[in-house]
């Protein structure tokens, strides 16, 4: 995105008018701490209806995702799914999420 030589209230200013690419960098973080910063910076940038529409995308997007992993058959691979907590894909025998440490019990990773 380039925004890191931004000022703040540029920044703010950005996401103000198209908050899209910062939906796309939070759907892609594990880190729980830049989610929370990003869905909090982007609610104070944004208008109400603004700001419903933007949640309203990022529970699409997230449904979409759960969907498309859903409908993927197990084909024989490590792969147990994905970390309930950030959305990485975990394997069978993981205990703990690689990217978040989320902690994986034996059925709860999402696949």
Same mark, same amino acid.
């Given at each position: 995105? %380039?925004?890191?030589? *931004? ?11 198209? =908050?899209? =690419?910062?939906?796309? *960098?939070?759907?892609?973080? %594990? ?7 990003? *869905?909090? $910076? ?6 109400? =209806?603004?700001? #419903? ?9 997230? #449904? #979409?995702?759960?969907? $498309? ?6 084909? %024989? ?6 970390? =309930? ?22 059925? #709860?990773?999402? %696949?």
């Amino acid at each position: 995105m %380039g925004d890191a030589l *931004l000022e703040p209230d540029e920044i703010e200013e950005k996401i103000a008018e198209n =908050p899209d =690419p910062y939906i796309d *960098l939070f759907l892609e973080s %594990g880190d729980r701490y830049i989610r929370v910063l990003l *869905l909090t $910076v982007m609610k104070n940038c944004c208008s109400e =209806p603004q700001w #419903e529409r933007t949640v309203s995308k990022i529970e699409r997007r997230i #449904e #979409e995702k759960q969907a $498309v992993t859903s409908t993927v058959e197990d084909d %024989g691979d490590a792969s147990a799914g994905y970390c =309930p907590q950030c959305g990485t894909s975990v394997d069978r025998d993981d205990r703990f999420c690689r990217q978040c440490g989320e902690a994986l019990e034996a059925g #709860e990773a999402d %696949g």
